[in-house]
């Protein structure tokens, strides 16, 4: 079986560091959060994921393994969420990629485990200024993504089986009894967790892994930048709805006012 090179950039020496670039520039940036998933679900869930997949998608595609990224913008209202604002995440962007391009890599895949509306709109809007910029093609995308936008829970059935599948220990089903999940409560945005298994949790995984490695290679074609900016176009238009009904002044603003109606006390009839 043939292997490609790659490495952890943390780990690299700078003669290493530039073989791989000669044949396989491609940085890889695992995206996580410190947010609210419920009494279940550890706070670091996001990133649990993302780093399992980028361990996984880099020894298949080559390239360059940066450290986890813990700080996203729009985490869920909590006092154990923790966000950037969005000029500041947008700045760290702008930066990290400018570094990434004078250091001689020429694809970014950026993957991110925490997928509120705002923060992909904006991933997908700074990875086309990347290309602009400083000539970088940049893939950012949710692993479920890649196999199903309907598996973009939050907390709920295929959050949770990601988790049994990764971190099992770090699984608390029972802390959430047999009652209904109402979000304002319980954080879950989805299907029922307490219906997640580890084994529909890894296939999901698994997926995703080969759905990246395979839009990787497309990205590294010869219309690599036309594959992405017709990613981006969809991606974008599936949030449109979202866009219209909440943003009037920021994306904070967005998410608070979006939180608000999700978990408003229900009517009695």
Excluded at 92 to 105: I, K, P, Q, T
Excluded at 143 to 148: H, K, L, Q, R, Y
Excluded at 182 to 210: C, F, I, M, N, Y
Aim: avoid cysteine; glycine fraction near 6%.
């Amino acid at each position: 079986m043939t292997t490609v090179p790659w490495g952890r950039y943390t780990e690299l020496h700078p003669d290493r560091m530039a073989e791989i670039l000669t044949t396989h520039p491609l940085a890889i940036l695992p995206w996580g959060a410190l947010e609210w998933h419920g009494s279940h679900l550890p706070l670091g869930m996001d990133g649990i994921a993302a780093q399992y997949v980028a361990d996984a998608v880099v020894t298949r595609t080559g390239g360059v393994l940066l450290p986890m990224t813990w700080w996203p913008m729009t985490t869920l209202p909590h006092r154990f969420s923790l966000a950037l604002k969005t000029a500041t995440l947008l700045q760290m962007l702008e930066d990290m990629y400018e570094n990434l391009a004078r250091a001689g890599f020429r694809q970014v895949l950026l993957i991110s485990g925490h997928y509120a509306q705002g923060h992909e709109i904006e991933l997908m809007k700074s990875a086309q200024r990347a290309f602009e910029q400083h000539g970088l093609l940049v893939l950012t995308l949710p692993p479920a993504a890649v196999v199903n936008e309907d598996y973009l829970d939050h907390a709920g059935r295929w959050e949770t089986a990601q988790t049994l599948a990764l971190r099992p220990d770090l699984v608390r089903l029972e802390r959430l009894g047999l009652a209904p999940l109402h979000p304002r409560d319980w954080a879950v945005l989805g299907e029922d967790p307490r219906s997640a298994t580890a084994a529909e949790g890894q296939k999901l995984l698994d997926d995703a892994v080969s759905g990246i490695v395979h839009w990787v290679e497309r990205m590294r074609q010869a219309d690599g930048k036309t594959f992405l900016e017709e990613l981006y176009a969809r991606r974008t238009a599936g949030y449109a709805d979202y866009a219209d009904a909440f943003l009037r002044t920021s994306w904070e603003q967005a998410l608070n006012d979006w939180w608000r109606q999700r978990t408003a006390p229900e009517e009695k009839t």
